[in-house]
Structures are given as structure tokens and as C-alpha cells.
T-cell receptor, first 111, second 114 residues
Framework: QKEVEQNSGPLSVPEGAIASLNCTYS??????FFWYRQYSGKSPELIMS????GDKEDGRFTAQLNKASQYVSLLIRDSQPSDSATYLC???????????FGIGTKLQVIP | EPEVTQTPSHQVTQMGQEVILRCVPI?????FYWYRQILGQKVEFLVS????????KSEIFDDQFSVERPDGSNFTLKIRSTKLEDSAMYFC????????????FGQGTRLTVV
């Protein structure tokens, strides 16, 4: 069973639209949840973290967490072509705090 | 701003040779990780290191892999006898336990085995 699941995409949205990225995880004991952005050939860059149920907003980004449904999402408002990248959902779980990544969703923002 | 530093940025090696990938984690961090990403594939966990010992390792991290923190600042990944399938980006990451659970990544080392 995959530990962190994401749709690999690509997800295409027009410039200015809202992009919605989703992620589910299997370990109910998971404590911390992250969204990383990865441009091609580059390392993952942390953009959002969320630890409790509900929404967390940071600029154009909103992370949503529902632990009962084991579901994390990322909304990007007013999408820009520079947002085109792969978005990795990551979860921390286990006694030694391993960070586990999903496969990533490729987002394409069309000008 | 503190950052994780990896060297070299690109390493080309012949099959069967040993390579050492180097990382300098953020100075007050306590957890250290190595991940790899084969081109076009997901970021895969290799190993975590805490309190000067391996805390967890994946199935990928077999006997040809080893990690060390030789001097309190560097964190190295050694691959003893490289194979073609070891070609990938290798990322080092570190986390602080007390100030936040976010993991910060270095820029990666692209390993090419020929």
C-alpha cells in the first residue's frame, strides 16, 4: 500500500485560476504534513506546512488538512506561469520521523 | 539564511567505483536524511540518521551504502561499488527537532554512473 498518494497529473489551469492539488496518506499516526515545490532538475523547496485540522493560508497558498479522511490539499490562487512545477506532498510519521513523499503532481499554468 | 549544502553538484563515475557524496546540514539540526530521485520518478527515502546512528533505512539502502557523520558537521553517503541503476539525484536533508519539524533540502548531487 502506497504511503502517500497523489495524482501525477499533469494538471493544467489557466493563468489567474485556482489550482487544487490533493493528497491522501495511509498512516493515521502521521503528525506533520508538508507541500514542497520542485522545479525540473532542482531540489524540493518547502512552501507550506500544516499540523492540525483545518485551513492554513500563506499568501496565494492555502493548505487544508482533514485527519479523519487522511487527506491534505493545496490551493493556489491566482495561478501564475511561474507556479508551473511539480508539487510534492510529504508526511512525517513513525518513531524516527521519516519524511515520506508522494509521487508529486505536475502543475502547468497556461498563460 | 541557513541552508543545507551538498558537494559535488555533479559526479560522474565508472561502474564499480566508490563514490562519496557530501552534505553539510544546518548547524543546529538533529535529524539527517538521504533521499534519491531517479529521473522522472518520485523522491525516495534512503536513510535517516539521528544521535550518531542510523535510525531507519529503506530497502534501497543495502550493504553497498553507508553513511557517516565524521566530524560533527559533515554528513556523507558512500556507495561502495556503483551500478548503472544508482544514477540519480541524491538529496540530503536535515530537520531541527525543537524548532520545527520541516525538512530542508540541499541542492542535490547528480550522480551519473557510466
Amino acid at each position: 500500500q502506497k504511503e502517500v498518494e497523489q495524482n501525477s497529473g499533469p494538471l493544467s489551469v489557466p493563468e489567474g485560476a485556482i489550482a487544487s492539488l490533493n493528497c491522501t496518506y495511509s498512516d493515521r499516526g502521521s503528525q506533520s504534513f508538508f507541500w514542497y515545490r520542485q522545479y525540473s532538475g532542482k531540489s524540493p523547496e518547502l512552501i507550506m506546512s500544516i499540523y492540525s485540522n483545518g485551513d492554513k493560508e500563506d499568501g496565494r497558498f492555502t493548505a487544508q488538512l482533514n485527519k479523519a479522511s487522511q487527506y491534505v490539499s493545496l490551493l493556489i490562487r491566482d495561478s501564475q506561469p511561474s507556479d508551473s512545477a511539480t508539487y510534492l506532498c510529504a508526511v512525517i510519521s513513525g518513531g524516527y520521523q521519516k519524511v515520506t513523499f508522494g509521487i508529486g503532481t505536475k502543475l502547468q499554468v497556461i498563460p | 539564511e541557513p541552508e543545507v549544502t551538498q558537494t559535488p553538484s555533479h559526479q560522474v563515475t565508472q561502474m564499480g567505483q566508490e563514490v562519496i557524496l557530501r552534505c553539510v546540514p544546518i548547524s543546529n539540526h538533529l535529524y539527517f536524511y538521504w533521499y534519491r530521485q531517479i529521473l522522472g520518478q518520485k523522491v525516495e527515502f534512503l536513510v535517516s540518521f539521528y544521535n550518531n546512528e542510523i535510525s531507519e533505512k529503506s530497502e534501497i539502502f543495502d550493504d553497498q551504502f553507508s553513511v557517516e557523520r565524521p566530524d560533527g558537521s559533515n554528513f556523507t553517503l558512500k556507495i561502495r561499488s556503483t551500478k548503472l541503476e544508482d544514477s540519480a539525484m541524491y538529496f540530503c536533508a536535515s530537520r531541527a527537532d525543537s524548532t520545527g519539524p520541516e525538512a530542508f533540502f540541499g541542492q542535490g548531487t547528480r550522480l551519473t554512473v557510466v
